[in-house]
């Protein structure tokens, strides 16, 4: 590192899938951090102070050795794949690359963003049995086109039997899926596969209860 550079910044809270995913990247480069936790709960992300980092309000965001803002946790993804190219979260081969940012979208734009907080709270307000039919009725349905896809394209992890950055995807939209109590028991493989991941270090380490911003009661 040179002396105009710091260690990068990532702006996460605990439960943020999308921020687990940076965090399961961050922790596979073996890249080292500081960890700048934004509450969601408490709405720290729509402050200005947030907003001059991230403009949309969202987290993660992640700020480079060299200063620089980056958002959306695909883009980050990317940016650290081509940064450390060390254990590789894409293959070599197009097809290979091209399923793996399948599987990556899936989760990312046809799951996550319609059961997300803010979505949440917009389509029940405080309704609280509302929010959790819709969160669970979504992720059942996004899941059971993705377990058919899996069918096709897995092996011990979601491409083959090499850990991808679909995986890094996998692991927090099922942990999204367990905290609004979806049946999983419908999903064999993709529980297969989570199991397989949630059994390495990089996958533990990134999980929400590792995290500084997770509240004593809800570590294990
Ligand atoms: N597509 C974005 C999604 C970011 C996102 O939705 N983050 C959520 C937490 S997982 C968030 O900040 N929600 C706050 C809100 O919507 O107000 C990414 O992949 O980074």
């Known amino acids: 590192m040179s002396s105009s550079e710091r260690k990068p910044v990532l702006y996460s809270y605990f ?7 940076v965090r399961i990247a961050l922790a596979w480069k073996n890249v080292d951090y500081e960890y700048k936790p934004v509450n969601l709960l408490t709405h720290a992300n729509l402050e200005s102070d947030y907003r001059q980092v991230n403009p949309t309000g969202k987290v993660p965001a992640f700020i480079t050795a060299e200063g620089e803002v980056l958002a959306q946790s695909q883009a980050i993804l990317e940016y650290l794949e081509e940064t450390f190219p060390e254990r590789p979260m894409l293959p070599n081969s197009p097809v290979k690359r091209a399923e793996v940012r399948e599987v990556c979208q899936i989760i990312a734009c046809d799951i996550h963003p319609l059961q997300n907080l803010g979505v949440l709270q917009r389509i029940s307000g405080d309704d609280m049995d509302k929010k959790v039919e ?41 942990g999204n899926a ?15 596969i989570n199991n397989n991941l949630m059994t390495l270090p990089e996958f533990i380490a990134a999980s929400p209860p590792k995290q500084p911003d997770c509240p004593e009661e809800l570590r294990k």
């Open 15 to 21: 439960r943020s899938s999308a921020s687990w995913r």
């Open 134 to 174: 819709w969160a669970r009725n979504t992720i059942t349905l996004g899941f059971q086109g993705l377990e058919k896809r899996l069918e096709k394209l897995s092996g011990t992890y979601c491409i083959g039997d090499s850990v991808t950055m679909a995986d890094f995807f996998l692991v927090p939209m099922v």
């Open 178 to 192: 367990n905290r609004w109590n979806v049946d999983m028991s419908q999903f064999p493989l993709i529980t297969k």
